[in-house]
């Protein structure tokens, strides 16, 4: 649990500097600690920049990581698995390829010793980088270890991939939302990674123009935190009351 102070959640960075940093201003002035949903990589072109400060943010113990899909990817192929790079994910290769040394190297500690596949703030909210399976909630742990399923579902949440859509030489999978119906009463869960969520077909280059709050039936509450940073869209947080459990605001760092 992170609950020592304030939280501040932020979604999807894709390697976009300058919002990130204004984010990490904001929480050192207002002594809140800093959450990062994941997907701190690819899309923009200061992924070395995000990842060193993000790093230095770690160590002293003034943030923590969710792992996001594009972090687990990259890590597995430095690692020596063989993936399938994208476009984004070839970006930030190519950086590590022309002499970033540093920057490869803090990415592989950053996700090595500090990246969580899920972080509970408090007993009401819950991070996670794109969805929950069911069966989380029914245990959270099974002898402390996920299975595939569960792992899979907080990288990459549901999707169909019978279904794909093409989209900048890369194939995205129908995306299903039926885990959100799954989050008990009074929790809520924070992802990223969906910038135009509750949307089965992909949209591409059109996200949400602020956070989403998605209540179920049951009154379990979803808050997709992704804006499209690094995309040309925005860097959202939330800050997180830790005496109330609420949100008190969601900041825009873009502008």
Known sequence: MVNK????IIGDVHAEFAPFERAVKYAKANNLHLLSLG????????????????????????????KGNHEHKLYRYLNGANVILGPPNQSTVDEWNTGKDTFRND???????????????????ICTHAGMHPTFWETEYVAGEFNRKQTDAMM?????????????????????????????????LFVGHDPAPLTNVPVFDLFQDQPLVHTNEHGGEVVFMDCGAGKGGKLFGAVVNSSTNEIEEFVNFTE
């Open 5 to 8: 102070e304030n939280t501040l």
């Open 39 to 66: 997907d701190l990589i690819d899309g923009g072109t200061e992924g070395d920049k995000v990842c060193s400060l993000m790093l230095e943010l770690l160590q002293d113990g003034s943030a923590s990581l969710v």
């Open 107 to 125: 990415f592989h500690d950053m996700i090595t010793t500090y990246a969580k596949s899920y972080i509970r703030i408090d007993r009401h909210n």
């Open 156 to 188: 990459f949440g549901q999707a169909d991939y019978k279904k794909q859509f093409e989209h900048k030489g890369q194939t995205y999978p129908m995306r299903i939302y039926d885990w959100t119906n799954d989050v008990p009463s009074h929790t809520r």
